[in-house]
Every structure is written in structure tokens, then in C-alpha cells.
């Protein structure tokens, strides 16, 4: 598994590997990259989750199984923020509010109102939880490459730029 240098961080609101040749976080290859680029990070993003519950009291389920690891209702933003925000890149108060809004509802909506109720893996990896959570990445992802998409260049992408014509 190909890791980036310190410092480097994913772009937020995508399902990105790192790629040691073009030294850049890119795109899956194919169907079967992206679903296990896909896992990998919803894996690490549902372990933040569920530590939000462990470190204030409310998860007590200590199996090794995979499939019976659970996280709680009250851990949900913090997946969340972990899945669109991987590596805490700086987010507008626009996205922050809209990701907050949405969990609210998702919450609401499914009734997961007690912060104590434990959710299955399965349930945040698979069911609705997770097909809100791509909607969301999808506008977000749109809605900021529309911010900056004035015709101005990102310092991250002038950088990458500049790296690649440097090893050309």
C-alpha cells in the first residue's frame, strides 16, 4: 500500500489513493480499485467514528469481529467529517454547516437520536448512512470545485504542477 509523504494531505470530498509515480493523490484505476480504495476508507473513517463513542463512555463492545464491530449514534458527524475530510484540509462554513445539516436529518430520518444506540459496521458501510454520505461528497465536491472555480489555481494544485514538470 502506497502511503503519502508527511504533510501531503487527500483533496476532502473524493475517494483518492496516493500514486508514488506521479506523487499525487489520484483517482482509482478501475471498478475493482475504487470499491477497495472505497473499504479502506471507510474502514479508517468508521474506526474515528467509533472512538468518539469509546472515549466518552458509550462503547462497551470490545469483539475483534468485523462484522460486529459497532460505533454510536453520537459518532455519526465524527464519521462523517473522517470520511469527507480525511486528512482535515481546511473546509468553508458553507461545507461544515451543509455536513452538519445532513447529519441532522440523517439522524432525524432514521431515528438514531440516542447518542448510546450502537450501529453495525455493515449498517454505516452499506446501508443508507453510506448512500448519503457519497450524495453528500458529491455535491460538496461540486460545490467547491465551483468556489474554485473562478479560473484561479489552488496552492495544492500549483504545487503538484510544479512538481510534475519539475521531473519531466
Not at 94 to 99: F, K, L, Q, S, T
Amino acid at each position: 500500500l502506497e502511503r503519502a509523504p508527511d504533510g501531503v494531505k487527500r483533496p476532502p470530498f473524493s475517494i483518492k489513493k496516493w500514486h508514488d509515480v506521479s506523487k499525487a493523490y489520484v483517482d482509482p484505476e478501475d471498478e475493482k480499485d475504487y470499491k477497495d480504495t472505497e473499504e479502506a476508507h471507510f474502514r479508517s473513517s468508521f474506526a474515528v467514528g467509533r472512538l468518539h463513542g469509546i472515549r466518552r463512555g458509550l462503547h462497551d463492545d470490545h469483539r475483534d469481529d468485523q462484522h460486529e464491530i459497532k460505533m454510536t449514534a453520537g459518532g455519526i458527524l465524527t464519521f462523517f467529517m473522517a470520511a469527507l475530510n480525511p486528512d482535515d484540509v481546511e473546509l468553508h462554513v458553507d461545507e461544515v454547516e451543509m455536513i452538519e445539516e445532513e447529519v441532522r436529518a440523517m439522524r432525524q430520518h432514521e431515528g438514531l437520536i440516542d447518542d448510546k444506540q450502537q450501529l453495525f459496521y455493515g449498517y454505516i458501510a452499506n446501508g443508507k448512512p453510506k448512500k448519503r454520505l457519497l450524495r453528500l461528497m458529491d455535491k460538496l465536491n461540486k460545490m467547491r470545485t465551483a468556489r474554485e472555480g473562478d479560473g484561479t489555481i489552488s496552492a495544492e494544485e500549483q504545487m503538484r504542477e510544479r512538481d510534475l514538470l519539475a521531473e519531466m
